[in-house]
T-cell receptor, first 115, second 109 residues
């Protein structure tokens, strides 16, 4: 069964460093998303992406964040200069369509720890 | 904006007990509603969904009905198993998912 994959499973970095989180969405999906979950808090939407453009982004997704689909399979989230408060689980998701009734398929997540 | 309020846990049950997790939402319009489940060490998986008022979603013995009048989408299962131990998330979809806080359920043998 097709699945969304994410690498690495755990990333430890120093404050101020750049990190890139990688995702491989399901191959025939067209819409891609990043969410994050700070320990003990809700899963929060960060950004959605379609046709090589950001479709929507949340207040959290500031200038420190960027997304890219560098090739036909990968979808990346870059944090330019990490802060302690960026420590969280980051989930990638994809869906076939944008329609509200469509299921988003999630990857297993990357746990980011900023020291 | 849209939001979801979910019963917080943790919830601990014995096998074959009845499970209810309350979920209410605030939304403009009529979004689709979802329950996602996260098993230990895994990502979020769709458990069930309902796309319009009075729809009932069901899967693996779990059920939830989209109640517009009470803006609720409570999750129920009549007889839980140890394998149902997981974190359950209620969510609404208005082209992005808005999640509740998650409820950790532990089922004891």
């Amino acid at each position: 069964e097709p699945e969304v994959t994410q690498t690495p499973s755990h990333q430890v970095t120093q404050m101020g460093q750049e990190v890139i989180l990688r995702c491989v969405p399901i191959s025939n999906h067209l819409y891609f998303y990043w969410y994050r979950q700070i320990l003990g808090q809700k899963v929060e939407f960060l950004v959605s992406f379609y046709n090589n453009e950001i479709s929507e982004k949340s207040e959290i997704f500031d200038d420190q964040f960027s997304v890219e689909r560098p090739d036909g399979s990968n979808f990346t989230l870059k944090i330019r200069s990490t802060k302690l408060e960026d420590s969280a689980m980051y989930f990638c998701a994809s869906s076939e369509e944008l329609a509200g009734h469509n299921e988003q398929f999630f990857g297993p997540g990357t746990r980011l720890t900023v020291l | 904006g849209n939001s979801v309020t979910q019963m917080e846990g943790p919830v601990t049950l014995s096998e074959e007990a009845f499970l209810t997790i309350n979920c209410t939402y605030t939304a403009t319009g009529y979004p689709s509603l979802f329950w996602y489940v996260q098993y230990p060490g895994e990502g979020l998986q769709l458990l069930l969904k309902a796309t319009k008022a009075d729809d009932k979603g069901s899967n693996k013995g779990f059920e939830a009905t989209y109640r517009k009048e009470t803006t609720s989408f409570h999750l129920e299962k009549g007889s839980v198993q140890v394998s149902d131990s997981a974190v359950y998330f209620c969510a609404l979809n208005d082209y992005k998912l808005s999640f509740g806080a998650g409820t950790t359920v532990t089922v004891r043998a």
